[in-house]
């Protein structure tokens, strides 16, 4: 019996012994398990803190892109397909060796064209051909928080040959805290925008479109923009012959809305813009030895809206005075303020289909344009940054009462 009570005893004994060090044991492994979750805890942590980080920046870069579009916008000669391009590359572009943010972007159009003119006397006649419509390379440099960079290079089959430097300007300012802006270099001065869903670029565009060497400053922020420019034209009074001085001006003002504050669908903008030399854009081809009695000024106006899936614009340019008999070539027997008008209508059922109508119109350009125009598109992205379009446009010309019925498709690439 004392035997077995002695057992009892040592098994008490190292029963009691035993359940500390069990007990020691679990709260070892318990305060390691609790030591890696709060490890655990901060490497999410620091990895939630990076993710927003970069989040930020791509955020960051993307406004930054979106600002410097808001002015390069109404300089900047960009196809459709381009304009795709770049906007899928916003938050991207290479890193240089100096760190400066590069993004390259560009678009390939080929274009298949049938015409048919209908003299009103004689025999109708018709043209077809392939044209290289469009090669063009854009190169934008981030160089600071302040100043940006673009060069555009650009072939068009007939128009350019071989590729040449279509735009070159420096862009310094239009930021959140610095709003004011300075754009020169080799650009397209905002006289008219030009806006369009269709191929053939609008009537306004192929008579008043400006391109020239040319020093702009003004103010961009949310809502409303303005910039006033200056440039020498070739086109020039007789008494500044030789034309050696900067005799043109320019200046534009616009109301953008904001994405989504008028409303998720909305989307509105409209500007109006002056120049004091109208004849120094495309309409420079017609006038005779690059000189005017007097500067002839002009103006624009433009309206753009969407509503879901429907888009409208519109858009008027017109000279203020008259240019006197004989000082254009097609004019000879009187004097005449040539104007031109686009307007179109956009239907987009589909992200990857757009369908627009046309109706266009001119006054006092001879036969240079049609006096009326009208027309229908279609355009489908069958394959990412891979467009094909269609369109007929049938004219008719003041002079001459000619008609004329043109047929294009165009295959686009941008990249």
Known sequence: MKVKLKVAAWLAAAAMLVTPAAAFAADADTQALLNELRALKERVSTLEQALEKANTSAADAQKAAQEAQATSAHSLKMSEQAQLAKGEQVAGGLLSDAGKRLKIYGAVELEGAYSNFKPKHGKSASESDFTLATAEVFIEADINKYVKGLVHMLYEEGDTDPMNIDEAYILLGQTDDIPAYFLGGRMYPAIGLFESNLISDPITQNVFETQATAAEVGWAQDWFNVGVGIFNSDVHESSDAPDNNINTFYARAQFDAP???????????????????????????????????????????????Q???????????????????????????????????????????????????????????????????????????????????????????????????????QLAIGF
């Open 259 to 305: 994405e989504g504050a008028l409303g998720e669908d909305v989307d509105l903008n409209f500007g109006l813009a002056y120049t004091n030399n109208i004849a120094s854009g495309n309409l420079s081809e017609y006038v005779v030895d690059q000189s005017l009695q007097d500067l002839v000024a002009g103006w624009s106006a433009m309206l753009s809206a």
């Open 307 to 409: 509503y879901k899936c429907v888009a409208f614009t519109a858009e008027y340019i017109s000279a203020i005075d008259d240019f006197k008999a004989g000082e254009l070539d097609y004019m000879t027997d009187s004097d005449g303020k040539p104007y031109a008008y686009n307007i179109e209508l956009a239907y987009m059922p589909f992200e990857d289909w757009t369908f627009a109508a046309r109706y266009e119109g001119s006054d006092n350009l001879g036969d240079k344009e049609p006096e009326h125009q009208f027309g229908v598109g279609a355009s489908w992205m069958f394959l990412p940054d891979t467009t094909l379009s269609v369109e007929y446009l049938h004219g008719e010309f003041q002079d001459t009462e000619d008609e004329r019925d043109l047929f294009t498709t």
